[in-house]
T-cell receptor
Framework: DAMVIQNPRYQVTQFGKPVTLSCSQTLNHNVMYWYQQKSSQAPKLLFHYYDKDFNNEADTPDNFQSRRPNTSFCFLDIRSPGLGDTAMYLC??????????FGPGTRLTVL | RKEVEQDPGPFNVPEGATVAFNCTYSNSASQSFFWYRQDCRKEPKLLMSVYSSGNEDGRFTAQLNRASQYISLLIRDSKLSDSATYLCVVKSTGGFKTIFGAGTRLFVKA
């Protein structure tokens, strides 16, 4: 089945230790998104790629970076995680203007 | 004011009940509207898109009121499996910016 895959599903890291989350898709969608969702809150868009074009949300901290080496893969790098970065990180894909399909998420805990 | 607002609930209803959720949005230029369902500790999944003329999918009916800037979701004959958080989603004109509401929690009880 075509799908959005995220790895790892669970990640525990130490305060300040860089971490990379991975997202891959078999849907061949042009757009890939990264969201952060904290407990009982709405998913918050961090940034998205339209093909190779990177689009950062104005309020996304510099601590969060992303890479998209090809159509299928997109990575979220957190350079120096803080305790406040503990959250679920959701990857989604879509074609422009279409419905977004979400991966299962990576639950990140920063200790 | 938040860009997308929902009543967080929780709504506690018995099986078979009809329940309705509303969602308001602040950007009058918003073009696309959706309802997503999110189960506890899972990813959001598309429930239905919301069209200007209103649309129905089985027990679920979605309505859009552009003049008042709100969308609604009606669930008829509630099932235990409908228990979840329902997220209202608004997308900007021609762009990719997608704003989620914080969700409305629904508990359906036997």
């Amino acid at each position: 089945d075509a799908m959005v895959i995220q790895n790892p599903r669970y990640q525990v890291t130490q305060f300040g230790k860089p971490v990379t989350l991975s997202c891959s898709q078999t849907l061949n969608h042009n757009v890939m998104y990264w969201y952060q969702q904290k407990s009982s809150q709405a998913p918050k868009l961090l940034f998205h790629y339209y093909d190779k074009d990177f689009n950062n949300e104005a309020d996304t901290p510099d601590n969060f970076q992303s890479r998209r080496p090809n159509t299928s893969f997109c990575f979220l790098d957190i350079r120096s995680p803080g305790l406040g970065d503990t959250a679920m990180y959701l990857c989604a894909t879509s074609n422009p203007g279409d419905t977004q399909y979400f991966g299962p998420g990576t639950r990140l805990t920063v200790l | 004011r938040k860009e997308v607002e929902q009543d967080p609930g929780p709504f506690n209803v018995p099986e078979g009940a009809t329940v309705a959720f509303n969602c308001t949005y602040s950007n009058s230029a918003s073009q696309s509207f959706f309802w997503y369902r999110q189960d506890c500790r899972k990813e959001p999944k598309l429930l239905m898109s919301v069209y200007s003329s209103g649309n129905e999918d089985g027990r679920f009916t979605a309505q859009l009121n552009r003049a008042s800037q709100y969308i609604s979701l009606l669930i008829r004959d509630s099932k235990l499996s409908d228990s979840a958080t329902y997220l209202c989603v608004v997308k900007s004109t021609g762009g990719f910016k997608t704003i989620f509401g914080a969700g409305t929690r629904l508990f359906v009880k036997a």
